[in-house]
C-alpha cells in the first residue's frame, strides 16, 4: 500500500469522526505501529486542522524499557510533538493475568490524561487476533465484534483507530519508505503470553494454510461488530418500550414477555452502557433466573459490578451497587450535600409543602438509621402507625429500609425518606417550607 494511499486512508478516517475532532493524542509504545500513526498524522498537519500530542506509558515490565520514553521524546522532538511520558504501577497479581492488568493500566493512564480524542495504533492483524482470541473464549456476537474504529472510552475521550483496516505489512513498508527506527519489545516474542502465542504461532500457521485469513478474520469482527449494533438498537428499543411512564424504571410483566435471549440482550446492554465488565454467560443466565422468578416481587438486589440489577413488586432497573452503610447517627445542620450510604441527603426550598422551615430553624436536627420501633403519623388526627408498614405502603425496596436517612428534630421523628412528612411537622400553605431528599431512591 503507497504511503499516499495510507494518508488518504487516514485523512478520510478523520472526517468521519463526529465534529472532526482537532486535538487527538497518540498513545505512543515507540514500536513500529504507533511510530507510523505519529509519523501518519504529524504529516497530516499539512492539510487538516489538527493539533497533535502525544503520551508514552512507561510500565517497566521489560529490562530496558526505561530507555524507550528517550525514543520517544526524539521521534516526538523531530515531529514538533508536545510528548508526556506517564509512569505507571501494574498489579501483577490482576485476576486476569500480567497482560490484562498491564493493559488496563495503560488505557487507565491514557484516559486519565482528558484529551478530547486518544488515536490508537491497532491494525487489521491486531483485529483479526483479537476476534480470533475472543472467539476461543465465546465472547458472542459483540465481543466478536473485536475492536471499534470509533470508541468512547466511558466518560473519556473518543477512541480513535484509524489503522483498523490496514495490514501490518503496510505499516512496516511505510517505515522503511521513510527512514523510520522504533523500538522492538521483546516481550513481544514470548509466546507464553496468550495473545502473543495467538500472533506468533497460531495464526501465522493459518495463514500458510489459509492465505487471507487475518483479512477474513477482520472482516469476519466488523461483521460482528455491525450485528452488534443492531442488537444495541434492539435493546435501545425494548428499553424505552419497557420502561414505566415518569420513571427509569422498568416495567416487569411487559419484561417477562420478551424472549429468554431477548431479554439477556437487553441486560447486556443495560450494564454495557453502564461501564460494567460482561459478566459470564452462565451468570447472566442465572440473573435472568431470578429476575424472572415469582419471587423478585419481593425484593432482588443482585450485585454485578458496580452495579445492581434490582427488582420489587412490578418493576426492576439497575441502579449502582451499594457498599458504605449509613452511619447510626449524624447532626444535620442542614448542609446541601450530605453523603449517606452511596446517595446524598439534601434538600431545597419550598413553599406550602415539605417540612416547616422555622420549626427546622429552632431545632436540633439529627440524621439516623432505623433502630426499630419508629412510629409516624403522616395525616393530622389519623393514627400514628409503624414505620415498618408505611415503609411497605410506599414501595421502598426493602434493601433500602435498613439505611433510609430519618430525620429527628428536638428527638422526634419529622420525616423519613421515601415515605414523607411527619403531620405535626408539615408545612402550612403559604409558609416557607424544606423538602428533604436521598439521592439513592431517584433510580
Not at 510500565?59 to 520514553?69: E, K, P, Q, R, T
Not at 509512569?87 to 491514557?110: I, K, M, S, T, W
Not at 452503610?325 to 406550602?352: F, I
Request: hydrophobic share 45%; with cysteine; net charge neutral.
Amino acid at each position: 500500500m503507497p504511503s499516499t494511499e495510507l494518508a488518504a486512508r487516514a485523512a478520510e478516517s478523520w472526517r468521519q469522526l463526529p465534529g472532526q475532532a482537532r486535538r487527538i493524542r497518540v498513545g505512543l509504545s515507540g514500536g513500529l505501529d504507533s511510530t507510523v500513526l505519529l509519523h501518519l498524522l504529524a504529516s497530516l498537519r499539512q492539510t487538516l486542522p489538527i493539533e497533535l500530542a502525544a503520551a508514552h506509558v512507561q510500565h517497566g515490565l521489560v529490562a530496558g524499557s526505561a530507555a524507550w520514553a528517550d525514543d520517544c521524546r526524539r521521534l516526538c522532538d523531530g515531529l514538533a510533538v508536545p510528548l508526556v511520558v506517564c509512569p505507571v504501577q501494574v498489579d501483577r497479581r490482576h485476576p486476569g493475568g500480567l497482560e490484562a492488568a498491564a493493559r488496563e493500566a495503560r488505557r487507565a493512564a491514557l484516559v486519565a490524561l482528558g484529551d478530547e480524542v486518544l488515536a490508537l495504533a491497532h491494525h487489521r492483524d491486531d483485529q483479526a487476533e483479537t476476534v480470533l482470541f475472543r472467539a476461543i473464549r465465546g465472547a458472542g456476537v459483540r465481543g466478536a465484534g473485536g475492536m471499534r474504529p470509533v470508541a468512547v472510552a466511558g466518560t473519556g475521550p473518543l477512541v480513535w483507530r484509524p489503522l483498523l483496516d490496514v495490514p501490518r505489512s503496510a505499516l512496516l513498508a511505510y517505515a522503511r519508505a521513510h527512514g523510520l527506527a522504533w523500538v522492538d519489545d521483546p516481550s513481544n516474542a514470548d509466546s507464553g503470553f496468550s495473545r502473543n502465542f495467538l500472533r506468533n504461532e497460531v495464526l501465522p500457521l493459518v495463514e500458510s494454510r489459509f492465505p487471507g485469513a487475518a483479512a477474513g478474520l477482520a472482516r469476519m469482527g466488523r461483521l460482528c461488530g455491525e450485528a452488534a449494533g443492531m442488537l444495541d438498537e434492539l435493546a435501545a428499543l425494548d428499553l424505552a418500550a419497557l420502561r414505566l411512564p415518569g420513571s427509569l424504571r422498568l416495567g416487569r410483566e411487559a419484561t417477562l414477555r420478551l424472549s429468554s435471549a431477548r431479554l439477556r440482550n437487553l441486560l447486556r446492554f443495560m450494564l454495557l452502557e453502564a461501564g460494567e465488565a460482561m459478566p459470564d454467560e452462565d451468570r447472566l443466565r442465572e440473573i435472568e433466573r431470578q429476575l424472572c422468578s415469582p419471587g423478585a416481587v419481593e425484593g432482588l438486589y443482585l450485585p454485578v459490578g458496580g452495579s445492581a440489577v434490582c427488582a420489587y413488586r412490578e418493576a426492576w432497573w439497575l441502579a449502582a451497587a451499594r457498599h458504605e452503610r449509613a452511619p447510626a447517627s449524624l447532626a444535620w445542620h442542614l448542609e446541601p450535600a450530605v453523603p449517606w450510604a452511596g446517595g446524598v441527603v439534601g434538600w431545597r426550598e419550598t413553599m406550602g409543602e415539605g417540612l416547616a422551615a422555622a420549626v427546622l430553624a429552632g431545632g436540633v436536627c439529627d440524621l439516623r438509621c432505623r433502630a426499630g420501633g419508629e412510629r409516624m403519623r403522616l395525616r393530622a388526627g389519623g393514627p400514628s402507625r409503624s414505620l415498618k408498614n408505611l415503609l411497605q405502603e410506599a414501595g421502598v425496596p426493602p434493601w433500602l429500609r435498613s439505611d433510609l436517612p430519618l430525620l429527628w428534630v428536638d428527638g422526634r421523628l419529622a420525616w423519613v425518606a421515601g415515605v414523607g412528612v411527619a403531620a405535626e411537622f408539615r408545612c402550612r400553605p403559604g409558609e416557607s417550607g424544606v423538602a428533604p431528599e436521598w439521592s439513592a431512591l431517584a433510580a
